[in-house]
């Protein structure tokens, strides 16, 4: 996860129709090009997850996709000034927050889902992603960090609007100080603060306000995953279960979910009561938000 709080964006309303998908408008250059949230986009996830075409990229922009994907917006258009999308408290409820406040629209059209009916699973070393087929979507993430705030922590969370929003979206990204001030030492991370991140030293935490939850770190896993899953483009009717992951290895499971058609069918049944707009939602209305 990067640490940078630079970029100005807009959330616009213009998809009005179904299957627009989520888009980054690059505004700032010339031609505005357009980057679709699309797996075969990604072109970097060392720290965090950058989209790109020929001469434009888009980075950071995990916590907006998990977000969208958390009040079940299916299509929206982002317009960025900037490579970057802005971290702000390094959380997505800032996103949720502007979201609500514009509020959405439903459309014409019944949603459609990627239903999984065959187990899939990629395994890199002690790092593993595996779906399988259930009644309703759910995520297990554990992690395991040998820090005395974090150990091993798992958390299984089943999708649901309001529990995202309550549980999953405030959870904020975090680092070690060793690894920040190296990313510092080589010009990168310069926007990095306690505002934007949790940061930790070899027995501690800096924040002096401390964590929003006890499991702060896997809720902000997951909180990731959401969003770099929501690059399939359908959302995941399943249950998957992830081991020590990256968002290398969450596009990695994209890439291989994409070459095992057997394994997953489209459909466009509804979740249960509570889950995520149950119909095709389009982006809110117009928001700005400039940041220094």
Known sequence: MCFFVHGIFNLVDLPTHANSGIRFIRADLSGRPMIRASYCQVVDSALATTLGVPGATISTVEHLLAALAGLGIDNARVEVWGPELPILDGSAAPFVRLLRRAGVRALRAPRTYCVIHQALEVVEGDKSIRVEPAWEPCLSY??????????????????????????????????????????????LALGGSLDNALVLTKAGLLNPDGLRFRDEFVRHKILDVIGDLALWGWPLHGHIRVTKGSHALHHRFLEVL???PQTWRLSTLGWPSGTPAEGGLSAPARLKLALA
Do not use: N
């Open 258 to 260: 994409s070459q095992r």
């Open 142 to 187: 554990a992690i395991d960090f040998p820090h005395p705030l974090i150990g091993r922590q798992q958390l299984s969370f089943r999708m649901r609007s309001e529990k995202f929003c309550r549980e999953i979206a405030p959870a904020r990204t975090f680092g070690f100080l060793k690894d920040v001030q190296a990313l510092q030492a080589q010009g």
